[in-house]
């Protein structure tokens, strides 16, 4: 059974960089797209982007010139950073995996969620 | 990007009822559509996925259909624990885009 632990701070001032964690257990990392997803409060689901295991990427246009996500083969882990943060950006960040049959992909496996708040 | 319109926004029925839930695509999607639902306080879970096929573990009332620009997600008979937030999200662009959501409540 895969499971998704993730991890990262959850205060941060206005222009600081957020960085999460999320770890993958119990089950194959190759193979998938990792993805990471927010929500903030009382809002819908925004996908912000996601990561291979050679490290090949894709980024939400609206967010891509302040995000990174990074890849760690040797410890199962995929991370997000997300520079210069205001309060927009305050929400329950998700990571996901996103598994695939034939051409379809989805998100089958998510982590618990982390709440960052961005206030001054 | 592509757009994704969830109708209705919100809907109040009860325990035995059918429901259906609309998600309507910008452009055409093909059947790239997944349906997710959340409940308070926790992550989504998949439901459907590719229009129309049943998650693994997921209770057979619930099904979805259509492909294009038009699809459903429908629950043929509501229990109590599906009461909660219903979201579609296409896969057909690499930038994934959710609806706005359907928040399903006890009449």
């Known amino acids: 059974q895969v499971q998704l632990q993730q991890w990262g701070a959850g205060l941060l001032k206005p222009s600081e960089t957020l960085s999460l964690t999320c770890a993958v257990y119990?089950?194959?990392?190759?193979?998938?797209?990792w993805s990471w997803i927010r929500q903030p409060p009382g809002k819908g689901l925004e996908w912000i982007g996601e990561?291979?295991?050679?490290?090949?990427?894709n980024y939400n246009p609206s967010l891509k010139s302040r995000v990174t996500i990074s890849i760690d083969t040797s410890k199962n882990h995929f991370s997000l950073k997300l520079s210069s943060v205001t309060a927009a950006d305050t929400a329950v960040y998700y990571c996901?995996?996103?598994?695939?049959?034939?051409?379809?992909?989805?998100?089958?496996?998510w982590g618990k969620g982390t709440t960052v708040t961005v206030s001054s | 990007d592509i757009q994704m319109t969830q109708s209705p926004s919100s809907l109040s029925a009860s325990v035995g009822d059918r429901v259906t839930i609309t998600c309507r695509a910008s452009?055409?999607?093909?059947?790239?559509l997944n349906w997710y639902q959340q409940k308070p306080g926790k992550a989504p879970k998949l439901l459907i996925y590719?229009?129309?096929s049943l998650q693994s573990g997921v209770p057979s009332r619930f099904s979805g259909s259509g492909s294009g620009t038009e699809f459903t997600l429908t629950i043929s008979s509501l229990q109590p624990e599906d009461f909660a937030t219903y979201y579609c999200?296409?896969?057909?662009?690499?930038?994934?885009?959710f609806g706005q959501g359907t928040k399903l409540e006890v009449k």
């Open positions: 996901a995996r996103s598994s695939r049959q034939r051409a379809y992909y989805y998100m089958d496996v």
């Open positions: 119990g089950g194959s990392f190759s193979g998938y797209y």
């Open positions: 990561i291979n295991y050679s490290g090949s990427t």
């Open positions: 452009q055409s999607i093909s059947s790239y």
């Open positions: 590719a229009a129309s």
């Open positions: 999200q296409q896969s057909y662009s690499t930038s994934y885009t």
